[in-house]
């Protein structure tokens, strides 16, 4: 494995990170090219990932032996604005440049395809979940902003956000609220509160968000991807509500760029895909 130093940095008003692990690790690559819509989660010891662009590949990733396996394919081809969010034993999928909705069982490693979103999603679709529901970003260049019931298997639209949602858009969920980038090269950034069905805007990103942008929460903070084939992550502080500039990605990020947090025990990784056309996977250490 190849492991990437630290690269600090910091822009006028945002804070530097304190001395800490902050290293990127090269992985086993993905066993194909990862492209526009390719995403990510995680359950267990496993991470899970769509290669996106136009392929129906799906693969399941070993944290503890470094390895992938391919597993039961979707039912279509996933593409721009797929995502991906778990919730016990399913994970449950955005095909992304349709109305296409699926149910993957980990358990019995099948797909089964769920109510259809009230409309397509395209670029800047995204996908979180909390308790029995699931929540995602139609994008393409809209406000439009839905919740997915699990038991009912019904869609519902709720308070749209206040600027159009576009690539590079990305959603992750803590506790009562959701954070949200909005894309299309923008650094708004947004929480979302879902007792009161509200957006509040929070401190902007460092800079603007677009292809591959994306999210992912541990603890206080959320993680994110510039994207736009560049390089910057950057930590966002939940309680300060600020940024702070973090160790530079190994190559700049593009479509298809993806990351997820590991949900085993005091696990302190965060796992990441770059897109771009490539099979670039890497763990980054907290």
């Not at 990103?205 to 603890?219: C, E, H, I, K, R």
Request: aromatic share 16%; no cysteine.
């Amino acid at each position: 494995m190849i492991i990437w130093p630290a690269i600090f940095g910091a822009r006028a008003g945002v804070a530097a990170p304190a001395p800490g692990s902050n290293t990127w690790t090269a992985m086993a690559p993905a066993p194909g090219i990862v492209g526009w819509g390719g995403a990510l989660t995680s359950v267990g010891d496993f991470i899970y990932a769509l290669a996106g662009g136009g392929t129906n590949h799906f693969w399941r990733y070993n944290a503890l032996t470094n390895a992938w396996v391919a597993m039961a394919a979707a039912p279509g081809g996933v593409s721009i604005g797929s995502a991906l969010t778990p919730v016990g034993d399913f994970i449950y999928a955005l095909a992304g440049n349709s109305n296409i909705f699926w149910r993957y069982s980990i358990p019995a490693n099948t797909w089964t395809t769920m109510a259809a979103t009230p409309a397509a999603v395209a670029h800047g679709g995204a996908l979180t979940s909390v308790g029995d529901f699931a929540y995602a970003f139609r994008g393409n260049l809209t406000t439009t902003f839905w919740r997915y019931s699990i038991p009912a298997n019904t869609w519902t639209t709720m308070a749209a956000t206040t600027r159009s949602i576009h690539a590079g858009a990305a959603l992750t969920s803590v506790g009562d609220f959701i954070y949200a980038f909005a894309g299309g090269g923008t650094n708004h950034f947004w929480r979302y509160s879902i007792p009161a069905n509200t957006w509040t805007d929070m401190a902007m990103a460092p800079s603007g968000v677009f292809y591959g942008g994306a999210l992912a929460s541990v603890g206080d903070f959320a993680y994110a991807f510039r994207g736009g084939r560049d390089n910057p992550f950057w930590r966002y502080n939940i309680p300060a509500n600020t940024w702070a500039v973090m160790a530079v990605a190994p190559a700049g990020v593009e479509g298809g760029g993806a990351l997820t947090h590991s949900r085993r025990i005091n696990d302190p990784f965060i796992y990441a895909f770059r897109g771009d056309n490539t099979t670039d996977f890497w763990r980054y250490n907290i």
